[in-house]
């Protein structure tokens, strides 16, 4: 499965310069400025108050990511030249990720320089392992939402991943309270652990301070997000088969 | 030769609502060569658009084929040879016209200079700057035409390409055409505009309810001449007796003429038999009266 690279760059540029991407990414990058330092292992620029603006940057890359060119009608024009649709697909995908990968590196860059004139030097190989491991979960999630996106319309895509996930989380919640008697408990923190991506961000503390390192759930997001972006390009190429069909 | 663009039988059928079936095309079989312009003339919802989608299939046919240089329309190497300018194409609203084609010249392999020559060339480069958001419908159409002109296309397929633009533009738009054509590029035309079916297209398929009504040579039995008199009732026996090839329609004689260089003659001859001319047009309206009798059912 290739990327089509100009794809991505138009992506990058078009979702890149939207204003709504800039301010999210300089909110991302004030939070890494203020808090550096505040976490002893180095993951301020992902973690509590940064976490939630990480994660709405993601929603905002990839909502519409493919439909807002199918409703427009540019990607029939797109979809003429010489690529395929999963290049296209893999295209858009690969200049959303790029973009937020570029706004979370530049959060933590800002946060480690923020720590380190703050005297947080020993905390290097924490600070470290703290960038790919805030990435590797929302490049799941935003594989998530393209994967939705090849099938929802507009931005509706972003809707039902949130609806998901805070459905999900409220049935954790509820639920075992509710029914205490079936005992639930167990049962629902191991489907949470496959709901999705999984926040691996305390592996960054293991490692930090030598503690039992378990990568599993690292390797799990890595599988979601390929599994994501497969299942993205089929179902876009059942639907635009479907659509030309009709 | 192998045809640039063969369709074989072409059939698209709609579900309505209702359960019933609506036929957008109906066993539609043309060609289109190397060097060659051919216009699709129909009213609206004559399945000139769906046709098109049908050729390039960018829309499934139910039933016939259609083949670019002799291959499938999905095969990439045929792709890289084809342009297409759909009708009211849309962009992305926060891209520049020009970071759109350089898209679509990174996808055809076209460098950025030849990108910004063809820019300079279609007068666009003051709007290429500027996002698609702030275009007028002119603007937009530009720009399509722009993206499918890239990487010198050896197929053109144009819906409705002059909608929407200025008379400078319209006449851009036909040199540009009379220009690929010279350079042995097959272009067909969706428009509704006659009269520039007629000046530029080598042959007009007239489509009405998806069905192909017929394909007529725009250029068979040479040229005609249209000239608007003012005394058109005085007129009438004498050019009937004297200019029996011609035919008077309201204040307009139109008449076959083997060329161009012969019309000064016959605006002498009309003059001598005491015509009042008032305005002389090469081109006539043999398209218009086709286009009456077979898409309208005028007699």
């Not at chain 2, 016209?97 to 460098?111: C, N």
């Not at chain 2, 002119?138 to 722009?146: I, N, P, V």
């Not at chain 2, 047009?281 to 898409?295: F, I, N, R, S, T």
Request: glycine content about 10%.
């Amino acid at each position: 499965m290739t990327i089509s690279w100009p794809v991505a760059r138009a992506t990058a540029r078009e979702r890149g310069l939207s204003p709504l991407t800039l301010s999210i990414s300089g909110v991302l990058v004030l939070l890494g400025l203020f808090r550096g330092s505040a976490d002893s292992w180095g993951a301020e620029a992902f973690s509590g108050f940064a976490s939630f603006w990480f994660f709405l940057l993601m929603l905002v890359l990839g909502a519409g990511l493919l439909a807002d060119e199918l409703e427009s009608g540019h990607a029939q024009l797109v979809l003429l030249r010489p690529l395929t649709r999963a290049q296209w697909v893999s295209g858009r995908l690969a200049g959303a990720a790029f973009v937020l990968c570029a706004a979370g590196t530049a959060g933590w860059l800002v946060s480690l320089f923020a720590a380190f004139s703050r005297g947080a030097w020993g905390e290097l190989p924490g600070r470290l392992l703290v960038l790919p491991l805030a990435l590797l979960p929302a490049l799941g999630w935003l594989a998530t939402l393209v994967a939705i996106g090849a099938l929802a319309k507009g931005w509706s895509n972003a809707g039902f991943l949130l609806a998901a996930r805070l459905g999900w989380g409220l049935l954790h919640l509820a639920l075992p309270v509710a029914l205490p008697k079936l005992q639930l408990q167990p049962l629902l923190d191991t489907i949470s652990h496959h709901f999705g991506p999984q926040d691996v961000l305390m592996l960054a503390r293991q490692a930090q301070y030598g503690e039992r390192f378990e990568p599993s759930g690292a390797l799990w997001d890595v599988c979601w997000f390929f599994g994501a972006w497969l299942v993205a390009v089929r179902l876009f190429n059942l639907r635009e088969l479907a659509r030309r069909r009709a | 030769m192998t045809p640039a663009l063969e369709a074989q039988g072409l059939t698209k059928r709609y579900r309505t609502p209702g359960g019933g079936e609506l036929v957008a095309v109906d066993a539609l079989s043309f060609e289109v060569r190397p060097g060659e312009i051919v216009g699709v003339l129909g009213p609206n919802g004559a399945g000139k658009t769906t046709a098109l989608q049908l050729c390039l299939k960018l829309l499934h046919a139910d039933e016939g084929e259609s083949k670019l240089f002799g291959l499938d329309p999905e095969d990439l190497s045929a792709r890289r040879r084809v342009g297409y300018a759909p009708d009211a194409a849309l962009f992305p609203r926060a891209l520049s016209g020009m970071r759109v084609l350089e898209l679509h010249a990174d996808l055809l392999g076209v460098s950025r200079a030849k990108t910004s020559a063809l820019v300079d060339q279609l007068g666009f480069a003051e709007p290429a700057r500027r996002a698609t958001a702030t275009y007028s419908r002119g603007q937009l159409q530009r720009l399509g035409l722009a993206q499918a002109l890239l990487g010198d296309p050896d197929l053109l397929l144009l819906d409705e390409p002059t909608a929407g633009l200025d008379p400078a533009g319209v006449a851009q738009v036909r040199a540009l055409l009379v220009a690929l054509r010279a350079r042995g590029a097959a272009i067909l035309l969706n428009s509704h505009l006659l009269s520039e079916v007629e000046r530029v297209c080598d042959r007009a398929l007239f489509v009405k309810g998806g069905r192909c009504l017929r394909v007529h040579d725009v250029h068979a039995g040479g040229q005609r001449a249209e000239v608007r008199i003012a005394n058109p009732m005085q007129m009438k026996a004498r050019l009937a007796e004297k200019l029996p090839d011609g035919v008077l329609d309201g204040d307009r004689f139109r008449i076959p003429v083997a060329a161009q260089e012969v019309v000064p003659g016959l605006v002498k001859r009309l003059v001598e038999l005491g015509a009042e001319v008032l305005e002389v047009k090469l081109g006539g309206a043999e398209l218009e009266e086709l286009y009456l009798q077979l898409v309208e059912g005028r007699a």
